[in-house]
């Protein structure tokens, strides 16, 4: 057990059989609908404080900022997959990646989301019909080339029922990305405990059930047959490298890299329709 952990009344355990750290005790119901509420794509703060996005900016701001990194996401699984002609995006949000997929690159969308809110701002800013659903609870008789989940993977806490699920929904041969925070990475542990500071919503303020390592994650996707066809804790393009504490910053996490850290876990994974 890791104790409790920066602003949060939760305590991190670790699987002695896996090695897999989780949240316990997790969020109620209540707790998570209001984290992902309006107030999550809109301002990070929730009523009470405790619960909130990553980042204090307007959602659809944070989006738009990330249109190279989507873009370079998209051109990534087409290069491995180039005869794709749907997508899932499970987490849609407000339908900022799939507008551009379907614009950019004119494939087939489809995308799930909790929020209602999020689908109701899809509808209007995109034209875009997003099931408002769990991923549990969608049905389609469609099977999709590519399943794309940007930070929506850590928030499952039940990842194999997950895993299995997604194992319906792709079709033999297609590609399935993943991104997820890579939370108590070593640098962050050590800038923590040195400066004894945390921001309201950084690494340290946890509301995810799962926590994952390179080597966890590898494992837990092994499990239900899926092969990694490409992997990465850095992208030198995501990080401004301006300033002397800017580069600083990108050798840091460059190294770390080498040694199979980082901040995220980025994969594109293959469903092996002989396991």
């Known amino acids: 057990m890791l104790g409790l952990i920066g602003n949060s009344n939760q305590e ?3 699987c002695n059989i896996c090695n897999l750290k989780f949240l316990s005790p997790y969020f109620s119901e209540q707790e998570l609908d209001e984290l992902y509420s309006k107030s999550y794509f809109v301002d990070s703060e929730s009523s009470d404080g405790s619960l909130g ?23 990534l699984l087409l290069k491995l997959k180039p005869e794709a002609k749907n997508i899932l995006d499970i987490g849609a949000a407000t339908g900022f990646f799939l507008n551009l997929v379907k614009k950019e690159k004119g494939l087939n969308v489809e995308g799930i989301e909790t929020s209602s809110y999020a689908c109701m701002e899809a509808k209007e800013k995109y034209n875009l019909e997003i099931k408002n659903c769990t991923l549990g609870d ?7 080339d590519l399943i794309h989940m940007n930070h929506v993977f850590e928030p ?12 319906q929904l792709i079709s033999d041969d297609g590609l399935l990305y993943i991104e997820i925070p ?5 640098l962050q542990v050590l800038k923590y405990k040195l400066t004894k ?8 303020s946890i ?5 994952y390592t390179s080597k966890t994650f590898k494992s837990i996707m092994s499990k239900h047959g899926f092969q990694v066809l490409y992997f990465s ?7 401004p490298d301006e300033s002397l504490a800017q580069k600083i910053k990108l050798i840091s996490w460059y190294i770390l890299s080498i040694f199979k850290s980082g901040n995220y876990i980025e994969a594109v994974l293959k469903k092996n329709i002989k396991a």
């Open 12 to 14: 991190v355990h670790v």
């Open 53 to 75: 996005a990553a980042s204090s900016e307007d959602y659809e701001e944070t989006a738009a900022s990330r249109k190279t990194k989507f873009l370079r996401c998209i051109d």
């Open 138 to 144: 969608y049905q389609s008789k469609e099977k999709f």
């Open 156 to 167: 499952l806490d039940d990842p194999n029922e997950s895993i299995k699920r997604i194992n």
């Open 182 to 186: 890579y939370q108590f990475n070593f």
């Open 197 to 204: 500071k945390q921001k309201k919503y950084d690494i340290f």
């Open 207 to 211: 509301h995810h059930p799962i926590f």
């Open 233 to 239: 804790n850095f992208d030198k393009y995501r990080y």
